[in-house]
Structure formats: structure tokens, C-alpha cells
């Protein structure tokens, strides 16, 4: 393993300056080519302003970059990606040097010409052989070729307000919520929740995509298997099976039956998902361990009072849990020493698969962040092999952790069995699910099974389309 080893004194002047920093973040994408005869890199991962710690790390980020690599220049892009935007902002030569988007997303980006090819970036520094497999699968092309570096994984559980269970009178002994296990249980927990409390016992997403991609790990747990890929290449979609129409009918009950939702379903999407439940609006809501800083940071839930579990079972025992993340991937314009000065960022955030004083520094500095956001410092889905750097991240954690893992361990301990997002063509098939979504929560008398019926009919055109029909 390469180390670029920086002194102690120089890892020390590191850290300190990465708490430091003071600037606000620009917004504008693209990225010149040069400046003063220096590298620019056009940081689209700069937080949003409203994110004032964030963006003071990041400027402390941005200032270890000019002691290391004083050849380059670091311009803030906050870029949050969007499937209707990305194309043109790729193609006009806008889309800054690095972005963050989802692991649904590099297939789709990679095809179209849309991304960069970082193959002998990552093989010059030995970090594609530290990658999970499964993870490169997802930025490879055909050929073997890596377009992108993962800055996370995720899978999806059950994030609980712990007051609301508290005031339920649903925890246990220790101060421990008692988790749903199975759907039942879920839906009989959010009613207990909403008598005692008058708070909706589960935040439910019907407004955009998310609703789908939160229902279709509800469907897996009903035994439904959404998309088939076929030996030919082909894809069928099963959005009409018996399995998928009664995951449908749950969320049905949840509404007309249990009235334990939010008040309009059709008005939260994955931002005020968090809201409702960091505010005390709902007691439930489907997320993941890379967004804990959404209920508590964003939206001021105390850092003790946020708790997961798995997602529950099914009524026949099934339990998956969606797995995804987020990579980082690179302009389709960007130049070899832009894209090895993006690299050099990730190291100095401490997102790169080596241990240097400076991944120790930057791993430091995010936890430090975190404590002093009141955000939970608690394990990560692993998207890297390095066992000396997993040790690494693992001792950071130990050394700054702020909250009992109690809270957490039902989430780690039990969300086994994983599964990736459906193939085909997801984004689209979230679409066709919310529209379903969107009806069953606003009209008691819909036809369920022709609703999705119809979403099949929907998502089969976009499918063959894939394939060529």
C-alpha cells in the first residue's frame, strides 16, 4: 500500500486548520481551466450554505489542499444532482469536476457519455483494488473501466423518535425503543404512538420518486419480486403481482384503516420525511445511516433521541433491506490533473481507501463536526475492503462516539439480508409506483388492483424501450 506519509507536526497543524475555517461556499458549476497557470477543481460536493460547520470544515479542507498541493485551486460548485437537470448542465460544460449523485444514476451516466473514465487515476494510486466489487459493478462499464469512487452505502431502515416512543410508553428497561419486527407490528406501534401522543406514528413519502423507492422495500418484505431480467437481456416488470398489490393494500390500511400517516402524504418527500420526524410531527420514518444528520442537525432532534431498527417482515417472514449509496463521479470534461486533484480532495476529506496523516486528520475533523452538530458518530456501510483503513475509521469512531449504540445495534444487527435497487430503469419505476401511491392515500375508494395494473402497463413501455422493442 502507497503512503504519502505528512508529518506529525504537519498532521497536527492539519487538523486544527480543518476546524478553522471561517468562508462562505459559491454556487456556480463548470470548471476553467486555468487559473494563474494552476489546476482548478470545481468542487461540487461544497456543502449548501445554510450548513455554516460544514462549510467551515470544508474551507479547513480547502486549506490543507493549498499546503499539499499548492498547484491547485479549489472553487466551491454546490451542485445537488437531479435527473432533469444533470444532461444539460453535462452537456453545455457546466457540470463541476466532482459530483455526488446515486448509485442508480453511473449505468445510465457512463452510456451517455456523461462521465469521466478515472481507471488509471485509481490504478496509479492502488484504490481500485481496495473497492468492494459489488460497488465497482455499479461504476464499471462493460470493459472493466471505473467512472466513479464511492462515498458511502446505505441501507434502508427504520429511523424512531425516541421521545414520542417514550411518551408512548414504548421503550424498554434501558430507554431502548421496542422496535416493530414485523409490518403488523409496525402499523400496530404507529397507532399506539398516535392515540397516546396525538402524532402520526409513521411519515410516509408520496410526493416525488422517493415513495416509490420506500415502497419497494416494503413490497420486497411481501415477498414481491418487482423487475425480472431476462436471459436475453429483457426486462419484465411485475408491478401488478399478487406479492406487490398487497404490499399496496398494507399501505392502504396504514391510511384508511389505522389513520396513522401524516396529515397529506402527497406533500412529503425525503427532506420533510426527516422534518416531521426530527420535530416531533411522526414517530417513524424509512431512512438510512448516511442521513442521521437530517432529523437531528437539520431539523434539531437531540442526538440521543434518534434510534433505528431494520426494516420489519413481511406477513411471511421476509425481511430485505435496500441497499444503495452515494458515489462521487467526475465531468465527462475534465482533465487528468483535475480529476487526480479531486482524488487528492477525497484523501484530504479522509474518503479514500489509504491511511495517511492526512485521511486520519480529515476522518477526525468530520467526527469532530459531527459532535459538535449534535449528529450520531456510528458505523458506516462499508464500501471499501483496506482492512487497515475500515481499523482506522473504526478507532476514529470509537474515540468520538456520542451515543449509545444501543440505539443502532437492532438496525446493524438485523438488516442481513440486503438487496439492491431493482434493474431496469428504477428512477422510472419509483415514478409509476408514487402515482399509485399518490391515489391509494387520497381516494378510499380506489381500484388498487387497477392502479397498479396500470403502472405495469407504464413501466413494461419504458422497459422494452431499454431493450430495443
Not at 241 to 261: F, G, N
Not at 265 to 288: H, K, R
Not at 438 to 465: F, G, P
Request: aromatic content about 8%.
Amino acid at each position: 500500500m502507497k503512503k504519502k506519509l505528512v508529518s506529525v507536526a504537519l498532521a497536527t497543524a492539519v487538523a486544527t486548520t480543518m476546524l478553522a475555517g471561517c468562508a462562505g461556499s459559491g454556487t456556480n458549476t463548470g470548471s476553467n481551466k486555468k487559473d494563474d497557470g494552476k489546476t482548478v477543481l470545481s468542487l461540487g460536493i461544497w456543502p449548501s450554505d445554510d450548513l455554516v460547520d460544514d462549510v467551515a470544515t470544508f474551507e479547513g479542507y480547502t486549506d490543507t489542499m493549498k499546503d499539499l498541493h499548492p498547484d491547485v485551486t479549489v472553487k466551491p460548485a454546490h451542485y445537488t444532482y437531479a435527473t432533469d437537470t444533470f444532461v444539460s448542465l453535462a452537456s453545455s460544460g457546466n457540470c463541476p469536476t466532482i459530483f455526488e449523485t446515486w448509485y442508480t444514476e453511473p449505468q445510465k451516466l457512463i452510456k451517455q457519455g456523461l462521465c469521466s473514465d478515472i481507471t488509471k487515476e485509481l490504478k496509479a494510486r492502488g484504490w481500485d483494488a481496495d473497492m468492494s466489487e459489488e460497488v465497482k459493478a455499479l461504476m464499471s462499464d462493460e470493459n472493466g473501466n471505473i467512472y466513479g469512487v464511492p462515498r458511502d452505502g446505505y441501507v434502508l431502515g427504520l429511523m424512531c423518535n425516541v421521545e414520542l416512543f417514550e411518551q408512548a410508553g414504548l421503550v424498554d428497561a434501558d430507554g431502548i425503543p421496542i422496535f416493530p419486527k414485523t409490518m403488523d407490528e409496525l402499523a400496530q406501534t404507529a397507532k399506539t404512538i398516535k392515540d397516546k401522543t396525538g402524532a402520526a406514528g409513521l411519515c410516509l413519502l408520496a410526493k416525488d420518486g422517493a415513495g416509490g423507492w420506500h415502497f419497494s422495500n416494503i413490497a420486497w418484505n411481501f415477498g414481491a419480486q418487482l423487475v425480472t431480467q431476462n436471459d436475453d437481456g429483457t426486462y419484465t416488470s411485475n408491478l401488478e403481482s399478487k406479492e406487490a398489490i398487497e404490499a399496496m393494500k398494507y399501505v392502504y390500511d396504514l391510511k384508511w384503516k389505522y389513520d396513522v400517516l401524516t396529515a397529506d402524504p402527497t406533500a412529503e418527500d425525503w427532506g420533510t420525511g426527516f422534518q416531521q420526524l426530527g420535530t416531533g410531527g411522526a414517530a417513524m420514518y424509512i431512512g438510512a445511516n448516511d442521513a442521521v444528520n437530517q432529523p437531528t442537525q437539520v431539523n434539531g432532534l437531540a442526538v440521543d433521541k434518534l434510534a433505528m431498527c431494520a426494516i420489519p417482515a413481511g406477513p411471511n417472514g421476509d425481511q430485505y433491506s435496500l441497499t444503495g449509496g452515494t458515489p462521487y463521479m467526475f465531468s465527462k470534461d475534465a482533465t487528468e490533473k483535475e480529476i487526480n486533484a479531486a482524488l487528492d480532495f477525497l484523501e484530504v476529506m479522509g474518503k479514500s481507501p489509504v491511511v495517511t496523516d492526512t485521511v486520519l486528520a480529515g476522518m477526525k475533523a468530520s467526527a469532530q463536526d459531527r459532535v459538535k452538530n449534535g449528529v450520531p458518530v456510528i458505523k458506516s456501510v462499508q464500501c471499501w475492503t483496506n482492512k487497515e483503513y475500515l481499523d482506522a475509521e473504526a478507532a476514529v469512531i470509537d474515540e468520538f462516539k456520542n451515543v449509545d449504540a444501543k440505539l443502532y445495534d437492532s438496525y446493524f444487527e438485523n438488516s442481513k439480508n440486503i438487496k439492491p435497487e431493482e434493474p431496469g430503469d428504477a428512477q422510472e419505476m419509483y415514478s409509476q409506483l408514487t402515482n399509485v401511491l399518490q391515489a391509494v392515500l387520497t381516494d378510499k375508494n380506489c381500484d388498487i388492483e387497477a392502479l397498479m395494473k396500470q403502472a405495469d402497463e407504464n413501466y413494461q413501455s419504458t422497459l422494452d424501450s431499454l431493450s430495443g422493442k
